[in-house]
Each structure stands twice: as C-alpha cells, then as structure tokens.
C-alpha cells in the first residue's frame, strides 16, 4: 500500500461513514515515504470530529504514526480526544491515550485509527438511536 492510497482509504471511509453528515480535507500531504491527512467532519447528530493523521511508509506497508481524533459535542464540550502525543508516559499503553469530557486526567487507551473512531461513534449513535 503507498501513502496515497492509504490517505484515500481514509477519505472513503468517511465518505461511506453512516455517522459523517459532511466534511471537508483542511489540510492534505502526501510524498512516497509519509503523509498527512487534516479532516473537519459534522456528524449526523451536529457533534464535530476533527482528524490529524500523520503516517509512514515502511517497507510495504503504512503505519500510522502520529494520531489526533478530538469529538466534541455541538455545544463545543469535549466528548473524547484519542491521540498518541508523548505527554503521558506514566499510563501503561504510552503513548496511545484518550482524554474523555471535561476530565482532565487523560486515560489508558489501545492505539487507534480512523476506523476504530468511526466504528466508536457508529456504535455509541446506534444507541442513542434506539434510546
């Protein structure tokens, strides 16, 4: 896979997304060793996800290596913010994080991508579809 196509993996999966209402690439990046995808995204229920990818081409494959995922309701509060930045190195899964809401302790988290996100927000919208 070259980092082009990974980028355009990303921009289908929200193209495709039962959660993504319109979004808009802000910033994109691309040679053959990385890349960088920026992404504003309004979901169906008005909330924003806003999308920093950074990725590397290693041997023949592409590896996300730096991640910022920030959901935050209409109102602008902060629903969840996945990312990877090297500021938490006491949490046991270093240096995949997530903060979640007004808390300002960040927490454990397995590493993510877009993906992962998207299939999060599909999941917790399902629920509130059916609450």
């Given at each position: 896979?070259?980092?082009?196509?990974?980028?355009?993996?990303?921009?289908?999966?929200?193209?495709?997304?039962?959660v993504?209402?319109?979004?808009?690439?802000?910033?994109?990046?691309?040679?053959?060793?990385?890349?960088?995808?920026?992404?504003?995204?309004?979901?169906?229920?008005?909330?924003?996800?806003?999308?920093?990818?950074?990725?590397?081409?290693?041997?023949?494959?592409?590896?996300?290596?730096?991640?910022?995922?920030?959901?935050?309701?209409?109102?602008?509060i902060?629903?969840k913010?996945?990312d990877?930045?090297?500021?938490?190195?006491?949490?046991?899964?270093f240096?995949?994080h997530?903060?979640?809401?007004?808390d300002r302790?960040?927490?454990?988290?397995?590493?993510?991508?877009?993906?992962?996100?998207?299939?999060?927000?599909?999941s917790?919208?399902?629920?509130?579809?059916?609450?």
């Open positions: 896979m070259t980092i082009h196509d990974y980028l355009e993996e990303c921009i289908l999966l929200l193209t495709v997304s039962s993504v209402e319109r979004f808009q690439v802000t910033k994109k990046r691309e040679v053959e060793t990385d890349g960088y995808l920026r992404v504003r995204a309004i979901l169906v229920d008005e909330s924003l996800l806003e999308v920093s990818m950074y990725c590397q081409h290693v041997e023949d494959t592409v590896q996300l290596a730096g991640y910022r995922f920030h959901w935050q309701g209409k109102e602008g902060l629903i913010r996945w990877n930045a090297k500021h938490h190195p006491e949490l046991a899964t240096p995949n997530v903060h979640v809401g007004d302790e960040a927490k454990e988290s397995a590493a993510i991508d877009l993906r992962g996100v998207l299939e999060v927000l599909e917790k919208m399902a629920v509130q579809k059916n609450d």
